[in-house]
């Protein structure tokens, strides 16, 4: 069985910073990674980024994906694509499968950076063809070149809701309604006054109450909602779609963490179970870190720099700590600090806050 | 601290507790079953679901063929469909000393009026379509053994209990009991609660040890892991369970509603203890061994693998009846066998408690007997 210094399972944001740095600091690095392309949810980002100062400002994600994945080449990480990891077993071993093999392969530190899976909601006909995940829409465009319907209803208003929203009309498509169950609008300003300029309704304290169809997505009902979001009478509209898009938020994939026994726990900010960390990092099982939304779902901005952290502390704890490693680390943590200041950061630095406030033993 | 009242308490939510829970509750008892975690949290959430006959101990037999009657009738006893399948349960023979022993056992469970017979090794590849027959002597097949849903079943009884007056509290540790005059006073729970009963009983599975002990209680129980996996579903293969008993062998069944096959061994040596980690050993090592015995199963995928405990006793027979703290019963030490015998033992331990005799005795289950011979198909 091959074992390996540090492996870093996902390379997403955040697993392609922590493997890039943790190479880059001398560490023998394997990148596990369950597609084909490196890149994680970057690759369908066509929009650019943007932020106060932040790196990547004014890039686009898939652009982003492209220089992660060349600085890991750079600096020597091996890239095992198109293979999951399917177990993570007693003795710091993984159990990987790619295609038909299945294999083993052992570990000294670890940096799970699996990401996160889309939410859904329950509805009459959620599970109609034509229903789907915003970010599974968005792959769809964006990475293979399909076009998912022809009029859409997208269901969230959070970012991830807005800007699917307008890169389907940017496809061609047309988006029917945004409804949104809060009593504002989720994402960024941005991205939903784009879409309000082009006319498209964005729907607050509403919701989708079923999805219309025997075979596949004909139609949707909409409706009001309280603020305790029942459903008001009387406020029941029918959308002609084809296409129901589901952006309510996103929950750790924590398996992985769950199996390696590191203490979980439950923060609604951070988008349900997630493993205690320290602010290195670190689980409570020593030697095994998290980054990006598997440690609590935040956006790439901010993977990128827990990935930063927890592949220098990943080093730090396989050789020393350095002056080098060091810098990383108070430069990654500073410039996180200063991204969870802003008015969208308030949630993830709550659950954060929380998450720190358990007792990890 | 709430205090409350029942006829009898049950400590485990598993198909032990769940099974006698119920059949208590039918003869009028008010039950209060008490599960630490959820209901199939334990061993039998993660067995196989086989169901046999085929046992060497003749009361382990004669228990088993009431169980079997008792699976046969339970979706109508219940109104739930259990998954009950007879598709019988094929013991390869690979060596004479091992058809030899199966023989003997046939002698003594043809008394019993099982159907069971051992069949040449052309037979075993008629049943089993595709089987690797490469040293294959014969088998020791009985055709009304089968299969059903660990968790139809449990949750079946456990809904009976409330449907017919009863308690079931899940996310419920008992902390206590309290003897006095080496006779049962009351359960204490980690709820706060305090249930004040005549009768207790321990169907608390590989815990069962630590209950014993609150009333003061030693019973010779072993829990030591044993791993399973389950593939994806593929079509029909075959009907029986396969049970390979060489030392690098394996048992495995196709599951008939769903297609899945789902299967275990018996590491070598042993690994005692409560653990129940999933191993790389396991997840390398089974699949070879299903290979072997089916080749074409080389093609099926798999799904998950899991570990749970199985409760060794000294013989390898269960510990059921009453201990010397009057009113506290065991149910226990299922030696692998908890499921298939959870219905019979429901029943007759029910009997036991509501009438003081069941309908067929259990003093070779008892927990004060002499630790004989060991059952020899385990």
């Known amino acids: 069985m091959r074992r390996a210094q540090l492996v870093v399972v996902g390379g997403g944001p955040a697993g392609l910073s922590a493997a890039a740095v943790a190479a880059g600091l001398g560490a023998e690095v394997m990148l596990v990674d369950d597609n084909e392309t490196l890149g994680g949810q970057l690759i369908k980002q066509t929009h650019k980024f943007f932020g106060d100062k932040g790196h990547y400002c004014g890039v686009r994600g898939v652009d982003i994906a492209t220089i992660l994945s060349e600085r890991a080449g750079e600096h020597s990480v091996t890239v095992l694509s198109a293979t999951s990891v399917v177990g993570l077993y007693p003795g710091k071993v993984l159990g990987l499968a790619n295609g038909d093999s299945f294999r083993k392969l052992g570990f000294e530190s670890l940096v799970i950076a699996t990401g996160a899976a889309e939410n859904s909601i329950p509805f009459p006909g959620n599970d109609l063809p034509g229903v789907y995940g915003a970010g599974a829409v968005q792959t769809l465009m964006n990475v293979y070149g399909v076009r998912p319907g022809r009029r859409v209803l997208m269901v969230g208003s959070g970012n991830i809701g807005v800007i699917v929203s307008y890169q389907l009309l940017q496809a061609g498509i047309d988006v029917a309604a945004v409804v949104e169950a809060l009593p504002a609008v989720g994402g960024y300003h941005v991205h939903a006054a784009k879409l309000v300029r082009l006319g498209v309704p964005i729907l607050t304290s509403h919701t989708?109450?079923?999805?219309?169809?025997?075979?596949?997505?004909?139609?949707?009902?909409?409706?009001?909602?309280?603020?305790?979001?029942?459903?008001?009478?009387?406020?029941?509209?029918?959308?002609?779609?084809?296409?129901?898009?589901?952006?309510v938020g996103l929950t750790p994939l924590a398996e992985l963490l769950w199996q390696a026994g590191c203490r979980m726990f439950h923060v609604p900010e951070l988008g349900g179970h997630v493993a205690w960390h320290d602010e290195y990092m670190e689980t409570s099982q020593p030697g095994i870190f998290v980054a990006g939304d598997v440690s609590g779902i935040e956006e790439a901005s901010t993977a990128m720099l827990e990935g930063r952290v927890a592949g220098a502390r990943a080093w730090e704890r396989l050789n020393r700590r350095t002056r080098e490693s060091r810098d990383i680390i108070d430069s990654a943590r500073l410039e996180l600090g200063s991204i969870r200041k802003g008015p969208f950061g308030e949630k993830a630095t709550c659950g954060k806050q929380r998450l720190a406030e358990c007792v990890p033993a | 601290m709430a205090s409350r009242t029942a006829d009898t308490v049950i400590v485990?939510?598993?198909?032990?507790?769940?099974?006698?829970?119920?059949?208590?509750?039918?003869?009028?008892?008010?039950?209060?079953?008490?599960?630490?975690?959820?209901?199939?949290?334990?061993?039998?959430?993660?067995?196989?679901?086989?169901?046999?006959?085929?046992?060497?101990?003749?009361?382990?037999?004669?228990?088993?063929?009431?169980?079997?009657?008792?699976?046969?009738?339970?979706?109508?006893?219940?109104?739930?469909?259990?998954?009950?399948?007879?598709?019988?349960?094929?013991?390869?023979?690979?060596d004479e000393p091992r058809k030899q022993a199966f023989l003997e056992a046939i002698k003594v469970q043809r008394n019993y009026g099982l159907d069971v017979e051992f069949i040449s090794s052309a037979e075993c590849g008629q049943i089993v379509p595709g089987l690797n027959r490469?040293?294959?002597?014969?088998?020791?097949?009985?055709?009304?053994?089968?299969?059903?849903?660990?968790?139809?079943?449990?949750?079946?009884?456990?809904?009976?209990?409330?449907?017919?007056?009863?308690?079931?509290?899940?996310?419920?540790?008992?902390?206590?009991?309290?003897?006095?005059?080496?006779?049962?006073?009351?359960?204490?729970?980690?709820?706060?609660?305090?249930?004040?009963?005549?009768?207790?009983?321990?169907?608390?599975?590989?815990?069962?040890d630590?209950?014993?002990?609150?009333?003061?209680?030693?019973?010779?129980?072993?829990?030591?892991?044993?791993?399973?996996?389950?593939?994806?579903?593929?079509?029909?293969?075959?009907?029986?369970?396969?049970?390979?008993?060489?030392?690098?062998?394996?048992?495995?069944?196709?599951?008939?509603?769903?297609?899945?096959?789902?299967?275990?061994?018996?590491?070598?040596?042993?690994?005692?203890?409560?653990?129940?980690?999933?191993?790389?050993?396991?997840?390398?090592?089974?699949?070879?061994?299903?290979?072997?015995?089916?080749?074409?199963?080389?093609?099926?995928?798999?799904?998950?693998?899991?570990?749970?405990?199985?409760?060794?006793?000294?013989?390898?027979?269960?510990?059921?009846?009453?201990?010397?703290?009057?009113?506290?019963?065991?149910?226990?030490?299922?030696s692998g066998h908890g499921f298939m015998f959870g219905p019979a033992l429901g029943k007759l331990m029910a009997e036991l408690i509501a009438c003081g005799k069941p309908s067929i005795p259990l003093d070779q289950f008892a927990p004060d007997r002499e630790f004989g011979k060991a059952e020899a198909m385990k």
């Open chain 2, 210 to 334: 630590e209950i014993c002990r609150m009333a003061g209680i030693e019973v010779p129980i072993a829990p030591d892991r044993h791993e399973s996996l389950v593939t994806e579903a593929v079509e029909r293969l075959f009907d029986p369970m396969l049970v390979d008993y060489r030392s690098d062998g394996c048992y495995f069944v196709q599951h008939i509603g769903t297609g899945h096959f789902v299967g275990c061994y018996t590491p070598v040596p042993l690994v005692p203890g409560r653990n129940m980690d999933a191993t790389d050993e396991f997840i390398t090592e089974m699949p070879r061994r299903m290979v072997r015995l089916v080749p074409k199963l080389g093609q099926v995928k798999v799904l998950r693998q899991w570990a749970g405990s199985y409760c060794m006793t000294p013989d390898g027979s269960p510990i059921c009846g009453r201990t010397p703290v009057e009113g506290l019963y065991i149910s226990s030490g299922m």
């Open chain 2, 134 to 208: 490469e040293g294959l002597l014969g088998g020791a097949y009985c055709p009304t053994d089968g299969q059903a849903d660990p968790f139809h079943v449990t949750y079946g009884y456990l809904a009976g209990i409330k449907r017919l007056g009863g308690e079931v509290r899940v996310d419920t540790e008992v902390t206590g009991i309290n003897t006095r005059d080496s006779k049962v006073v009351s359960v204490l729970t980690s709820k706060g609660d305090e249930f004040f009963c005549p009768n207790v009983l321990n169907a608390a599975g590989a815990w069962s």
């Open chain 2, 12 to 94: 485990g939510g598993g198909i032990i507790g769940a099974a006698t829970g119920y059949y208590l509750a039918k003869s009028g008892h008010k039950v209060v079953l008490l599960e630490r975690s959820f209901p199939c949290s334990g061993a039998t959430g993660r067995c196989i679901g086989g169901i046999r006959a085929q046992f060497t101990h003749d009361l382990s037999i004669r228990v088993m063929i009431e169980s079997i009657r008792l699976f046969s009738e339970l979706n109508d006893e219940l109104g739930e469909t259990v998954h009950w399948h007879q598709g019988g349960y094929l013991f390869l023979a690979f």
């Open chain 1, 208 to 247: 989708v109450k079923a999805a219309l169809g025997a075979e596949s997505v004909t139609g949707a009902v909409i409706c009001r909602v309280d603020g305790r979001f029942r459903p008001v009478a009387g406020t029941d509209r029918r959308l002609k779609v084809d296409t129901i898009c589901v952006a």
